[in-house]
């Protein structure tokens, strides 16, 4: 059973920092390219960050480029979000989701596109407080 758990949310006041964890189990990791998402209720769920199966590339939306970074692990099959310097308007449910496909998340400078990933956790909150 294919399953992906993200941990590391919480509450922040505006200027500190978060890192957000997504350990997986249930496929075959490095096959996978992962993405972050997050959605603010009443709002569309959008890519925030994503990390190709190689792990050598990556892309992010404008608005966190310069303060969030990706990164995983293949060893420990987990992927990890590190959120600096965050602002009142980073606060959403973020949720990590995984595609099989090498190709994803390569050579892009694009966010990810939630309807190409097939897997989805169930989301960890993140406040930041002004």
């Known amino acids: 059973e294919v399953q992906l758990v993200e941990s590391g949310g919480g509450l922040v006041q505006a200027g500190g920092s978060l890192r957000l964890s997504c350990a997986t189990s249930g496929f075959t990791f490095d096959d996978y390219a992962i993405g972050w998402f997050r959605q603010v209720p009443g709002k569309v769920r959008e890519g925030v960050s994503c990390i190709s199966a190689s792990g050598y590339g990556t892309s992010y939306r404008d608005s966190v480029k310069g303060r969030f970074t990706i990164s995983r692990d293949n060893t420990k099959n987990t992927v990890y979000l590190q959120m600096n310097s965050l602002k009142p308007e980073d606060t959403a449910v973020y949720y990590c989701?995984?595609?099989?496909?090498?190709?994803?998340?390569?050579?892009?400078?694009?966010?990810?596109?939630?309807?190409?990933?097939?897997?989805w956790g169930q989301g960890t909150q993140v406040t930041v407080s002004s």
């Open positions: 989701a995984a595609v099989r496909s090498r190709p994803v998340c390569v050579l892009t400078s694009d966010p990810p596109v939630p309807g190409q990933y097939n897997y």
